[in-house]
């Protein structure tokens, strides 16, 4: 299912990432470079307040811009925003879930939403999908 196929006010198909571990926590912060340590260290992470060490919110949003490419063909996707809400635990496994709110002509205006298990939302976001850019050369 792409979201071209979608009518306004349709629910996109939810889509499960994880768990997170702390393995996947210490990879990202290589690749990304964000070695803040509250979230590879649980000592810093408790100093700070923390119970344990927690998701980076850019992995939240990583894993967010993952769902949205996996739905829209490939060049299309011409905005995204995220609002990060709560933390994402060790072990979690956030799952992703938005629907279509506008549709005018060639573009599709998308919610988005990432939440945990228990039903705690953890992040929120909007996408856009221009198909008149498909194929553009820049």
């Avoid at 993952?66 to 609002?83: C, I, K, Q």
């Avoid at 635990?89 to 002509?105: H, L, N, Q, Y």
Wanted: proline share 5%; charged share 20%.
């Amino acid at each position: 299912m792409r979201v071209d196929d979608l009518a306004p006010g349709a629910d996109l198909p939810e889509r499960t990432f994880g768990p997170v571990t702390r393995t996947s926590l210490a990879l990202f912060a290589g690749a990304s470079g964000d070695h803040n340590a509250v979230h590879v260290d649980v000592d810093a992470a408790r100093a700070a307040g923390f119970d344990d060490v927690f998701a980076h919110g850019m992995l939240t949003m990583a894993l967010l811009g993952a769902y949205v490419e996996s739905l829209a063909r490939p060049g299309t996707l011409t905005g995204f925003s995220t609002r990060f809400v709560a933390r994402t635990p060790v072990g979690a496994s956030p799952t992703c879930s938005g629907r279509v709110v506008d549709r005018d002509g060639r573009r599709t205006q998308l919610e988005l939403e990432v939440r945990l298990g228990d039903g705690t939302v953890t992040a929120t976001g909007r996408a856009e999908i221009s198909e008149a850019v498909a194929g553009a050369v820049p």
